[in-house]
């Protein structure tokens, strides 16, 4: 059982891969979240765009983890970017747990140049005390293990 818990969803792999590795570095308890909505194909891309744009809380699955949200030193959340904001489904779990989240670090992957720095504000809305520390990540681009460390750097920092 660990102090940090990173808490992510991803839809095609790119967001599980980059948590997976940074829940590995931190030692971190992991929960990804899933809703049960069809999310494959165009159709389902095509869904999870009206979900961002019209902030739609699809409901999520039951969470389980390895105690209280709210007794985790720090919690992690990772999503991918969706029309210029966070995740339906990572809203949806923002908006039921987020008042239990304390201290929160953001992670969000994107597919674009655009860093969509303005989502960190979209998502503290949900928790009492704003973010510590927040990267933007691309996979595969030239600045991401360089970002991914910075990350790191900053949550460890916290931790002390
Ligand atoms: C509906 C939809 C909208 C997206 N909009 C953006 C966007 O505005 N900016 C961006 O950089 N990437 C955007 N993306 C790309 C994803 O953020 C990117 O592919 C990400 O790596 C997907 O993460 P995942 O594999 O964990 O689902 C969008 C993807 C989807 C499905």
Redesign the pocket.
């Known amino acids: 059982m660990s102090n940090v818990l990173c808490v992510y969803y991803?839809?095609?792999?790119?967001?599980?891969q980059t948590m997976t590795e940074i829940a590995e570095a931190l030692g971190a308890d992991v929960l990804e979240i899933r809703d049960e909505v069809e999310r494959g194909g165009i159709f389902g891309?095509?869904r999870?765009?009206l979900d961002?744009v019209s902030r739609t809380v699809p409901p999520i699955m039951p969470i389980e983890t390895e105690k209280p949200l709210s007794e985790y030193r720090l919690v992690i959340l990772g999503t991918?970017?969706?029309?210029?904001r966070c995740s339906g489904v990572m809203r949806s779990f923002l908006k039921r747990y987020g008042r239990k989240l304390h201290n929160v670090a953001y992670v969000l992957?994107?597919?674009?140049e655009?860093k969509?720095e303005e989502i960190y504000d979209q998502m503290d809305v949900y928790v009492p005390n704003g973010h510590c520390a927040a990267a933007t990540l691309?996979?595969g681009s030239v600045g991401y293990v360089f970002w991914q460390e910075e990350f790191l750097r900053q949550v460890r920092e916290q931790l002390k």
């Open positions: 991803s839809r095609t792999g790119n967001t599980r891309w095509l999870c765009g961002a991918p970017v969706w029309a210029s992957v994107r597919g674009s655009d969509n691309r996979r």
